[in-house]
């Protein structure tokens, strides 16, 4: 996603708060792409900026304030996976409040500013059957896509039946 958003626009709504005179500002520039974007409401993993439709605030002294988003074209990503170099995640249930934590914090921000979000969950170890996936779907707003995705590999290391009696016998 970088190479696709990698270059850097001007954010030309630039608000400057705390002072009653007008004060001209350097340029702002940024990227559409930002991991872990900082919002009020919470953090986001992964959104790309419709930077036509960002608000830049900066304080009287000229320090960085915050950015406010209008609406626009933005698209928030969240993503889940249920092994990972810190943690795996082993039970149905606390697998199941994770994701749905994040449909709650993107119904939100969808309600908020109504733009595109996605929820991308990994599961290495086959916690969710289909109806669960079903139920945390239908908790969703009509602009928040959650896509699930199994590895068919899975996070277990033991045979089967079949190839453990083959593994015994030889």
């Given at each position: 996603m970088l190479k696709r958003y990698d270059k850097e626009e001007e954010i030309k709504n630039i608000f400057v708060w705390g002072t009653r005179r007008s004060r001209t500002t350097r340029k702002v520039f940024s990227r559409r792409l930002h991991s872990e974007l900082?919002?009020?409401?919470?953090?986001i993993d992964l959104a790309v900026l419709d930077l036509d439709n960002v608000r830049?605030?900066?304080?009287?002294?000229?320090?960085y304030g915050h950015i406010q988003l209008q609406k626009g074209n933005h698209i928030f990503i969240e993503i889940k996976a249920s092994r990972t170099n810190r943690s795996c995640i082993s039970s149905k249930?606390?697998?199941?409040?994770s994701i749905l934590s994040d449909i709650k914090k993107l119904k939100y921000h969808s309600q908020k500013?109504?733009?595109?979000?996605?929820?991308?969950?990994?599961?290495?170890?086959?916690?969710?059957?289909?109806?669960?996936v079903?139920?945390?779907?239908?908790?969703?707003?009509?602009?928040?896509?959650?896509?699930y995705f199994r590895d068919d590999k899975?996070?277990?290391?033991?045979a089967d039946e079949n190839q453990a009696k083959m593994w015994k016998h030889s």
């Open positions: 900082l919002l009020p409401e919470g953090r830049f605030a900066v304080n009287s002294k000229g320090r249930n606390r697998w199941f409040k500013y109504a733009h595109h979000c996605f929820i991308a969950c990994f599961d290495f170890s086959s916690l969710l059957d289909d109806d669960s079903t139920s945390l779907k239908k908790q969703t707003n009509k602009n928040v896509e959650l896509l899975e996070n277990n290391y033991f």
